[in-house]
């Protein structure tokens, strides 16, 4: 084996801040991040597609999985992220998207995510006028959504949704967290 080669253990995160078009169009602009793939997480109702999600009854939220490398970004890092680029405050919304797949959820792979993602709340919480309802909860399950939903974005950025709704949030990355950005 090559000595030069140095093997990198990749992580996993796994979040839920509205609709996954735009959690992932910002977590796909960050170093370290090698990896963004949208699907649902959360629910208990076999193998879903987005029409089932959509309709708000199958307990799955809209998420993003983030394949990051911890030497370039850390997990905290990524959570410190998710807290400031949408709203944790709001039940079951975040903008124009309305239900509990829209909800705000950090599903969490082991102990050392979930006292990492209590930490990071109680720390955002200080921002916040309103309170947290952002949940942290134990990971059970991804599965990938519809390959027309994967980098949606990058595919329809003249779309008017993401035009309206992602370019905002674009925009807010790049001014306000440049030390993150790629």
């Not at 996954?20 to 991040?33: D, H, L, R, S």
């Not at 307990?59 to 905290?76: C, D, H, M, N, R």
């Not at 990058?154 to 967290?177: A, E, H, M, T």
């Amino acid at each position: 084996m090559d000595k030069g080669i140095q093997w990198v253990k990749m992580q996993k995160a796994t979040f839920a801040g509205g609709c996954f078009w735009c959690t992932e169009a910002i977590f796909k602009k960050i170093k370290g991040v090698k990896n963004v793939e949208v699907g649902y997480s959360g629910g208990d109702a076999g193998v879903p597609t987005y029409e089932e999600v959509s309709t708000g009854k199958t307990g799955y939220a809209e998420v993003i999985q983030v394949t990051f490398e911890p030497k370039l970004v850390s997990y905290s890092d990524l959570l410190y992220l998710f807290f400031r680029t949408h709203d944790p405050t709001t039940k079951d919304r975040q903008g124009p998207d309305i239900g509990p797949q829209y909800r705000s959820v950090i599903f969490y792979k082991d102990e050392s995510q979930k006292i990492k993602a209590e930490k990071e709340k109680k720390k955002a919480q200080k921002l916040y006028d309103s309170h947290i309802v952002t949940e942290i909860i134990p990971f059970k399950n991804f599965f990938p959504a519809e390959d027309n939903h994967q980098n949606y974005y990058g595919k329809n950025k003249n779309n008017s949704y993401c035009k309206v709704v992602i370019d905002p949030k674009i925009r807010k990355l790049q001014k306000d967290f440049r030390k993150y950005l790629k």
